[in-house]
T-cell receptor, first 112, second 115 residues
Framework: GEDVEQSLFLSVREGDSSVINCTYT??????LYWYKQEPGAGLQLLTY?????DMKQDQRLTVLLNKKDKHLSLRIADTQTGDSAIYFC????????????FGSGTRLLVRP | GAVVSQHPSWVICKSGTSVKIECRSL??????MFWYRQFPKKSLMLMAT?????????EQGVEKDKFLINHASLTLSTLTVTSAHPEDSSFYIC???????????FGQGTRLTVV
């Protein structure tokens, strides 16, 4: 079945790096995504990675994909207070007609 | 990027009344729209998928008669929560996908509170 898991909470100090982890079950997933949700708001796509890639870097964001272990991570360098939000990983299984399967979300708290 | 507008952003209604939430794609034609519900401290759960001009496909456990979805045009989908009850209070989010667009774009969400 389709299942995406994340740890629920992460607290870091401003300026440190944050690493948010995600595991997924469907090995057929072609795209994997990271979304950010700020309080009371919709979701904002942060970045995505194709399943044939191991790593993608986009400014302060680094996505690592370990297909063997079905593990996805998002690293935020130089974390700022404005990065405090809930981060969702999501996958699109091959046969889902673009139906996103979301993880439970990780609440990131950045302490001054 | 493409813009999806969801309205209203919040609504409070009395138990037993119906509430309509609109989801509009402002600068692209949305062939498919998705409706999600988010429970406090939980992830988004897909409720239904709607394609323009056809009936919505509901996920298992979602009551079709309770959550009416209409995708009458390529730029508008509506979700009507009928005979709302306090347990329907939640954050509802729509997303839209258009032909040729790589990603689905999300609306701002609607916080529904039923009192």
């Amino acid at each position: 079945g389709e299942d995406v898991e994340q740890s629920l909470f992460l607290s870091v100090r401003e300026g440190d790096s944050s690493v948010i982890n995600c595991t997924y079950t469907d090995s057929s997933s072609t795209y994997l995504y990271w979304y950010k949700q700020e309080p009371g708001a919709g979701l904002q796509l942060l970045t995505y990675i194709f399943s044939n890639m191991d790593m993608k870097q986009d400014q302060r964001l680094t996505v690592l994909l370990n297909k063997k272990d079905k593990h996805l991570s998002l690293r935020i360098a130089d974390t700022q207070t404005g990065d405090s939000a809930i981060y969702f990983c999501a996958e699109i299984p091959m046969d889902s007609s673009y139906k996103l399967i979301f993880g439970s979300g990780t609440r990131l708290l950045v302490r001054p | 990027g493409a813009v999806v507008s969801q309205h209203p952003s919040w609504v409070i209604c009395k138990s037993g009344t119906s509430v309509k939430i609109e989801c509009r794609s402002l600068d692209f034609q949305a062939t498919t729209m998705f409706w999600y519900r988010q429970f406090p401290k939980k992830s988004l759960m897909l409720m239904a998928t709607s394609n323009e001009g056809s009936k919505a496909t509901y996920e298992q456990g979602v009551e079709k008669d309770k959550f009416l979805i209409n995708h009458a045009s390529l730029t508008l989908s509506t979700l009507t929560v009928t005979s709302a009850h306090p347990e329907d209070s939640s954050f509802y989010i729509c997303s839209a996908e258009g032909q040729g667009l790589f990603e689905a774009f999300f609306g701002q969400g609607t916080r529904l509170t039923v009192v």
